[in-house]
């Protein structure tokens, strides 16, 4: 019924005791998923709203509670830190919400993921949700219906507003898998088409991207050879200047690469039905699936 | 982040990167006290602004070009004399060009030959990647596009930085030789610790050159700073000159509001980088101009809010205002709130668009419908869109 998140995810919070930290794991409780430890230095032996044990490593969570995944809010300067030690004690889901993350450190963390079979989800990102059953991450919850669609996205409120248009039409989402708005970050267009792909239960998805790098080309090319699938996409920024950053780090045309133009090539030339307008990311790609 | 050549200058010195010595002035005797102490036979005295294209450019009071040569320090004084408080164009600076505050006073180096050499973060390859040219002093992306085998790259791994090897392979293909190659590749890896150190997500020198006495110098830099790091940079951060930048963005800062200018007359109020760059796509794709980028971020204040409003108002391009928010974290009675608030205490008088949608939504419907603003609701992102061009139309 999803990929990555279901019932049966045990989750850790890193940063569990700070302001964002707290709020947004009272929401991701409230919404049920199952919540079984925090992690903040030097507060270990408390607990979190009388339910959920807290630690001073990610070791001890893991080997407490079984968790295997992890829901990131350090702060910036420190979140880093915090995603190196989710990979050393094995935990199979990292997703990092924290935004502002400096690039050399985002650089250190990729190159150290590849001695690790833990997955990585942003950072910058909205997290990700699995409707009905597992919610991890900033989304509000009530917008989304269990279904059988799947989106992708770069951006926060872009998703919600494709998942609104979805579940406003009747539609349900599989998962919805925020990637993140950083130039360097885990999970991929790409690696998250090929999970929608291969899941028996999502019958098509959305992509969401943004001008900025060449991860949609990339997942185009893929999808063209491997995804038979219906995919709808929408690239944002198609006005935005050159040379700037556009709210998201990554959202930056630079020396003429990462336009909107020459991603919304790459995917009308992968069969991708591409909305012209973030109005119609929804309607689009139940046009392309025939219902 | 950009800093100014002087700056740059500065921080090549740190890192012991090969460069001419200069000094920069903000009068004209701070110019004769900075030529005479480089005591160097010949000077040369660039106008700071934070644009390229200086020696080509225009002062608006009819002298010509941002660079100049002195055979004095006397002459350097004249000369900028003649730049400071001038207004510079350059081709890309727009038509309304930029107020030269500072001058930078070097000694001169007779060139040889001049090259390209930068240091970027490569988002692709998720590492830093050097890109270095024998064809220096020019537009690299013209060189990239005619003759891409002068074009020379070379892609660093991020645990062991870059590598002595490394530094003297690319002297070698730029075409150093003897000498020369110890010069340029120690100029490189000091290069390279700078980029590392101060979180650069790019440093370009263009040109770098090679002096007829042998030398391998750093002649101009333009620098790019990643703002995530600037936290742990105070003297970077400091670099900052908001004399260079587009003050309605200036101001936004102050308030954390995360905006940009442009040059329409649709001023945009949004929350979520994607959506706020996906409503001024939207207003394009209606047939309109955004004035800006704006959001608002996911947990804006009613004090935020307000500030925003401002700013847009205080465009005087602006002919109507969209706002298009989604609330997620970010709760529609408190955008409600906050624009009920500005309407009390700036003068509203131009048309305002708003599209709410997601957390509290009736409870912010509820407070604007009873507010009596003067406002048109709109019912999706598109409508929303359609309604801000008619508004401009009318008006």
Known sequence: MSVLVDNNTRLLVQGITGKSGTFHTQQCMDYGTQVVAGVTPGRGGETFEEKVPVFDTVKEARAE??????????????????????????????????????VMDMMRV?????????????????????????????????????????????????????????????????????????????????????????????????????????????????????????????????????????????????????????????????????????????????????? | M???????????????????RGTAASTKEEALEAARGLNAGQVVVKAQVHAGGRGKGTFKNGFQGGVHLADSPEAAQDLAEKMLGQVLVTHQTGEEGKLVRQVLIAESVDIAKEYYFAILMDRESERPSIIASSEGGVDIEEVAASQPEKIFKEAIHPALGLQAYQARKIASQLGFTGKQIR?????????????????????????????????????????????????????????RDPAEEDPREVEASKFDLNYIGLDGNI???????????????????????????????????????????????????????????????????????????????????????????????EQGRALLNESGLALITADDLGDAARKAVEATRAA
């Open chain 1, 110 to 291: 990729k190159a150290a993921s590849c001695h690790t079979k833990s997955i990585l989800i942003g950072p910058n990102c909205p997290g990700i949700i699995t409707p009905g059953a597992c919610k991890i991450g900033i989304m509000p919850g009530y917008i989304h219906q269990p279904g059988r669609i799947g989106v992708i996205s770069r951006s926060g409120t872009l998703t919600y507003e494709a998942v609104w248009q979805l579940s406003s039409r009747g539609h349900g989402q599989s998962t919805c898998i925020g990637i993140g708005g950083d130039p360097i970050h885990g999970m991929t267009h790409q690696q998250a088409a090929q999970l929608f792909t291969e899941d028996p239960d999502t019958d098509a998805f959305i992509l969401i991207g943004e001008i900025g790098g060449t991860e949609e080309e990339e997942a185009a090319a893929w999808i063209k050879e491997h995804c038979e699938k219906p995919v709808a996409a929408f690239i944002a920024g198609a006005t935005a200047p050159p040379g700037r950053r556009m709210g998201h780090a990554g959202a930056i045309i630079s020396g003429g690469k990462g336009t909107a133009a020459a991603k919304k090539e790459a995917l009308l030339d992968a069969g991708i039905a591409v909305a012209e307008s973030p109005s119609e990311m929804g309607a689009t790609l139940l046009k392309h699936m025939g219902v």
């Open chain 2, 267 to 361: 001023g945009c109020m949004v929350n979520g980088a994607g959506l706020a760059m996906s409503t001024m796509d939207i207003i394009k794709h209606c047939g309109g101009d955004p004035a800006n980028f704006l959001d608002v971020g996911g947990g804006a204040t009613e004090d935020q809010v307000k500030e925003a409003f401002r700013i847009l108002l205080g465009d005087s391009k602006v002919e109507a205002i969209l706002v298009n928010i989604f609330g997620g974290i970010m709760q529609c009675d408190v955008i409600a709130q906050g624009i009920i608030n500005a309407a009390k205490t700036v003068d509203l008088n131009i048309p305002l668009i708003v599209r709410l949608e997601g957390t509290n939504v």
């Open chain 2, 2 to 20: 950009n800093i100014h050549e002087y700056q740059a200058k500065a921080l090549f010195e740190q890192f012991g990167v090969a460069t001419p």
């Open chain 2, 183 to 239: 010069a340029a590749s120690s100029l490189f890896l000091a290069m390279y610790d700078l980029f590392i150190s101060c979180d650069c997500s790019m440093v370009e020198v263009n040109p770098l050159v090679l002096t007829t006495g042998g030398d391998v110098l750093a002649l101009d830099a333009k620098f790019n700073f990643d703002d995530n790091a600037l936290f742990r940079h105070p003297d970077i951060a400091a670099m």
């Open chain 1, 65 to 102: 509670t079984g968790c295997n995944a992890t829901m990131v809010f350090v702060p910036a300067a420190f979140a880093a830190d915090s995603i190196l030690e989710a990979f050393d004690a094995g935990i199979e889901l990292v997703i990092a919400i924290t935004e502002g993350i400096p």
